[in-house]
């Protein structure tokens, strides 16, 4: 099951102590390195407000608002390795019933058609 109970503090904190520990260099994503991962599990869902560029939290707070609005059944328990599927990536269970930390806030951007780059944000 994944980790819960964890804040972007606790993440940040996490990936600067494995980084020392393994001696090689592990951080958060960036929510542009994320959304490509995340391929087309989220594409466009979320409008997020970036009120404070350090926390990238804020942009969560705000989707989670944008789900209350929606009035959704909650999933309240993280699921199980394999219960989301693989996306168009190959990777499995990116986008399941947890948040994820990314090391920036949310902006709105369409990807280059060669995949690669960022063609435009908003």
């Known amino acids: 099951a994944p980790v819960t109970g964890v804040s972007y503090l606790d993440a940040d904190a996490y990936a600067r102590w494995y980084s020392e520990a393994t001696g090689d260099h592990w951080r958060l994503p960036s929510d542009e390195e994320w959304a490509?991962?995340?391929?087309?599990?989220?594409?466009?869902?979320f409008e997020g407000v970036?009120?404070?560029?350090?926390?990238?939290?804020?942009?969560?707070?705000?989707?989670?608002?944008?789900?209350?609005?929606?009035?959704?059944?909650?999933?309240?328990?993280?699921r199980s390795r394999g219960s989301f599927g693989v996306n168009s990536r190959g990777l499995a269970d990116l986008s399941g019933n947890v948040w994820e930390w990314t090391s920036t806030c949310y902006v709105r951007a369409t990807f280059a058609a060669d995949?690669?780059?960022?063609?435009?944000?908003?």
């Open 36 to 45: 490509f991962a995340a391929a087309e599990r989220f594409t466009g869902e």
């Open 50 to 78: 970036e009120d404070d560029a350090n926390n990238p939290a804020r942009r969560w707070l705000t989707s989670y608002k944008a789900e209350v609005a929606l009035n959704r059944r909650p999933d309240p328990l993280p």
């Open 115 to 122: 995949g690669i780059g960022v063609a435009h944000s908003i």
